[in-house]
């Protein structure tokens, strides 16, 4: 994928980022309070994936990682990832926390645990997402930033 690119999210950017979120079932109605904290997979000009943080240090809700179906399986959510992860260490985040219906098992590979919600720090449990949007049967996860027995670091 040459001609991959991944940036930081442009305000010109949300309208193609929310139809991409609700494409693939995902909350998008708040992301504008968030859109600095996202970015975007560019191939060819085309909006192909996106994942945003919200972060309210030192912890941050990693919320939104969607990547365009017809792409699946190239690459492109991981590169996400690893672009928002070394974003919220720049921004002081030490904890990544999220809710995941369907992939705990690509979070689990980039190092994250399992765990229960209420162990969740209330900053991120009085969020939109956790609060309201993502429902109680969803798998709650954190990656600590800091963990020297994290291979994937």
């Known amino acids: 994928m040459a001609n991959l690119r991944i940036d930081r999210a442009m305000a010109v950017q949300e309208s193609l980022i929310r139809a991409l979120l609700a494409q693939h079932q995902l909350p998008n109605d708040d992301i504008a309070h968030h859109l600095s904290h996202f970015h975007v997979a560019n191939l060819d000009g085309r909006v192909v994936g996106a994942m945003g943080l919200e972060i309210y240090r030192p912890f941050a809700l ?17 590169q996400l990832y690893k672009r ?14 999220l809710l995941t219906l369907t992939a705990p098992g690509f979070f689990g590979k980039c190092g994250f645990v399992e765990i229960d919600r209420s162990s969740v720090p209330d900053k991120i449990q009085k969020t939109r997402e956790f609060a309201e949007m993502c429902p109680a049967s969803a798998t709650c996860m954190v990656k600590h930033l800091n963990d020297p027995a994290d291979p994937t670091q």
């Not at 179906?69 to 959510?77: K, R, S, T, Y």
């Not at 992860?85 to 926390?97: K, T």
């Open 62 to 78: 990693a919320r939104s990682l969607v990547v365009s179906q017809d792409l699946w399986g190239q690459g492109i959510a991981r």
């Open 84 to 97: 928002s992860e070394s974003y919220a260490r720049q921004q002081g985040v030490a904890s990544l926390y």
